[in-house]
């Protein structure tokens, strides 16, 4: 099938043409590589940002054409300020909703395999163009019954080659995120656990309506309703909810009041979660929500939700307390019943890894240290940015066998830090609801 003006026509579904993307793409990195150095012989000040922009240009190029897993580690990149240079953040967060789309006889194949019917005999109208395409699937709008609403297509063979993708981009991600083998390893372990259930519409289906039922009492807060009739495995649909996407909103400069508002909703939305529910929406990036015409915050996309163990949360919650740090017995407790500290560890690793641990447990809970918490306060984000640079370049820590502690907290570290980045752009302050410890 040929691309034509609606949009991509064809994924690359077998495994060969998949590899042979992301190799494209390891070789393109290669050979910026090799120009920057030759560059470099000449010019000694030439600094990396434009090894950083073609690089970002490349892998982006590959990724977006392969969809699913590959393009979703680029969005999860993306989110986390303390992973990638900025060429590579403002690159991949292309892919968080405005990932290239694919074409109409694509996704009306989609619609006959998973629902029997093509999409303009379910719906009594359906837009033949994508209105957000990201990384795993794409949104359409239709009405049916005088409703508005949105429909998810997933795109095809993204759950199938979820496992290979993540093995063959496992290398190339080492490389950008200067990670270990072993904390790879666990991070991928995740990720693909979690992928696997995002390509699932119809669990996403049964977490939406639970979540959302529960957290319909909290102030300034939407959901949409979701319609099981119409949905699938691989096609979700829901009412359409009408509002600005999150950056357009920031750029559209709200009052103080407003942004605290928004804030507000946002925090309580999923400290509430944590607290009660023990499960969270734990993809906190900016395509996930809009704000609508009265200022309420729309939660969009329940794909990535994270279960929190008890056991989990019964040790790590702790760790926010105020207190926690000048409780030396009980904080050593609850290092060694997250695995933080190995058998193999000297005494002195030891020392450097406490010393590593309290200084990130003491930013992360820094907002629950008090009633309210301004994230407007840049001196916050600058020193966790500044840590995040630290521990990546500390010769120390990286001769340890860094992966350390539970694959759980991944997720919860990012939902926290998600979290904290939304509010930031926000410059919100807020109400310090629903502390889960």
């Known amino acids: 099938m040929s691309k034509d003006e609606s949009g991509q026509g064809k994924i690359p579904v077998s495994k060969v043409k998949r590899a042979a993307k992301i190799m494209g793409a390891s070789a393109k990195v290669g050979g910026n590589y090799i120009k920057?150095?030759?560059?470099?012989?000449?010019?000694?000040e030439l600094t990396k940002d434009e090894l950083h922009q073609d690089n970002a240009e490349d892998i982006y190029a590959s990724l977006s054409e392969l969809k699913g897993s590959a393009l979703k580690v680029a969005q999860m990149m993306s989110m986390d300020n303390q992973m990638l240079p900025s060429a590579y953040q403002e690159k991949f967060a292309l892919s968080q909703y405005s990932a290239p789309a694919l074409s109409f006889p694509l996704?009306?194949?989609?619609?006959?395999?998973q629902l029997g019917a093509k999409p303009n005999d379910l719906f009594d109208s359906f837009t033949k163009d994508a209105v957000n395409a990201a990384s795993i699937g794409q949104v359409h709008k239709a009405t049916k019954d005088g409703k508005e609403l949105a429909v998810k297509i997933q795109y095809p063979g993204v759950g199938d080659a979820i496992s290979s993708d993540l093995k063959m981009i496992k290398p190339l991600a080492k490389k950008l995120l200067n990670m270990k083998a072993a904390d790879m390893e666990m991070y991928m372990e995740?990720?693909?656990?979690?992928?696997?259930?995002?390509?699932?519409?119809?669990?996403?289906?049964?977490?939406?309506?639970?979540?959302?039922e529960k957290c319909a009492f909290i102030e300034h807060v939407r959901f949409p309703k979701y319609y099981k009739e119409f949905s699938a495995k691989r096609v979700l649909t829901m009412d359409w909810l009408d509002g600005v996407k999150f950056p357009d909103f920031i750029k559209s400069n709200p009052s103080q009041e407003v942004r605290n508002q928004v804030g507000?909703?946002?925090?309580?939305?999923?400290?509430?979660?944590?607290?009660?529910?023990r499960m969270v929406h734990a993809d906190p990036h900016p395509g996930?929500?809009?704000?609508?015409?009265?200022?309420?915050?729309?939660i969009l996309d329940f794909g990535c939700v994270k279960e929190i163990p008890e056991d989990f949360a019964a040790n790590y919650f702790q760790l926010l307390r105020p207190d926690i740090l000048e409780k030396e017995e009980e904080l050593k407790a609850i290092f060694e019943n997250m695995n933080f500290y190995r058998p193999e560890d000297?005494?002195?690793?030891?020392?450097?890894?406490?010393?590593m641990i309290t200084q990130s447990i003491a930013l992360l809970a820094q907002?629950?240290?008090?009633?309210?918490?301004?994230?407007?306060?840049?001196a916050f984000f600058k020193k966790i940015y500044g840590m995040g640079e630290d521990l990546s370049q500390d010769k120390e820590l990286r001769k340890m066998n860094n992966a350390r502690g539970s694959r759980d907290a991944i997720y919860i570290m990012r939902t926290f830090f998600g979290l904290y980045s939304l509010l930031n752009q926000l410059r919100a302050k807020v109400r310090v609801n629903y502390k889960p410890f």
């Open 36 to 44: 920057y150095y030759a560059k470099k012989s000449i010019n000694r």
């Open 107 to 113: 996704i009306s194949k989609t619609f006959v395999k």
């Open 190 to 212: 995740e990720v693909e656990s979690k992928m696997i259930e995002e390509t699932d519409y119809e669990l996403e289906l049964e977490r939406s309506q639970f979540i959302s």
């Open 264 to 277: 507000q909703s946002m925090w309580d939305f999923f400290m509430y979660q944590m607290k009660e529910l």
């Open 288 to 298: 996930n929500f809009l704000v609508d015409k009265d200022n309420n915050l729309c």
């Open 346 to 355: 000297t005494p002195e690793q030891k020392m450097k890894l406490k010393a």
């Open 367 to 378: 907002p629950f240290h008090g009633d309210e918490f301004d994230f407007g306060n840049d």
